[in-house]
């Protein structure tokens, strides 16, 4: 079964604010990305907008409905009313929520869904309400599934990380895998789609999606864009595209 693949653009973002300079042009590459076949493209805007400016927002925005209306538009983000209100104005097809402190360099971790119920929920009704799809990060673990289904979230995004972390240990692979497998099983009991993320690559991707056979999205940035210096932004989407069994 073949699976979506959402262009992260959070490090093409990251290259360009080294210079006051407008290149490389965020929109110019998702263009390339979506023209390539890519399904959409994720951003996480962060209060510090060390990557994605809160600028590029409506810019993508408008390339996604004027050229490309049948891709989607992914926000991650910590629910912040500043997030959330952003959210709001630009009408993401998919908001992911994730537990990110905001001088976290990256996503390392998945909700505690028990401890933050009470704080999603109403966060999730108040998302759902503009009509926008909600996933949640979650850890690759089985654990608290339950609470995270009860607060209203249509997906999950299961934290890869630990498992792409195993490229040079092969028995420590097997288990990340397992244990990704047996999210996916949990999740799917509940209902919850299920999407996935972080430091997925053209070679591990096949084996994450064996184990997880009805993924709906991975999302995909370091890889991708390091890929991309190589092979070029078009033929780099191919080669995931391929992988994600297009």
Not at 53 to 62: I, N, V
Not at 168 to 176: I, K, M, R, T
Not at 185 to 195: D, P, S, V
Not at 222 to 232: F, N
Request: charged share 20%; proline share 7%.
């Amino acid at each position: 079964m073949a699976v979506a693949l959402s262009v992260n653009l959070n490090a093409i973002a990251q290259l360009r604010n080294r210079r006051d300079l407008p290149w490389p042009s965020v929109t110019g590459m998702a263009r390339i990305a979506l023209n390539a076949g890519a399904h959409g493209v994720t951003v996480h805007p962060r209060p510090d907008q060390r990557h994605i400016r809160f600028t590029d927002l409506p810019d993508l925005r408008a390339l996604l409905d004027d050229e490309f209306p049948h891709a989607e538009f992914n926000m991650e983000g910590y629910p912040t009313e500043e997030f959330l209100a952003q959210c709001e104005e630009h009408a993401p097809e998919q908001v992911t929520l994730v537990p990110d402190d905001p001088a976290q360099a990256t996503s390392d971790h998945g909700w505690d869904f028990a401890a933050n119920h009470n704080f999603l929920t109403p966060v999730i009704a108040r998302l759902k309400s503009s009509g926008l799809r909600v996933a949640l990060f979650a850890d690759p673990s089985p654990q608290g599934l339950e609470m995270a289904k009860d607060t209203g979230a249509d997906r999950i995004e299961i934290y890869t990380g630990p498992y792409a972390a195993t490229y040079d240990s092969p028995s420590a692979e097997a288990g990340a895998l397992e244990a990704l497998e047996a999210t996916g099983e949990a999740a799917r009991g509940l209902g919850l789609a299920m999407n996935a993320g972080h430091d997925l690559t053209v070679a591990n991707l096949p084996a994450l999606m064996a184990r997880i056979p009805d993924l709906a999205e991975v999302s995909i940035g370091h890889g991708l864009t390091a890929d991309a210096l190589i092979h070029g932004m078009e033929a780099t989407v191919l080669r995931f595209l391929k992988a994600c069994g297009h």
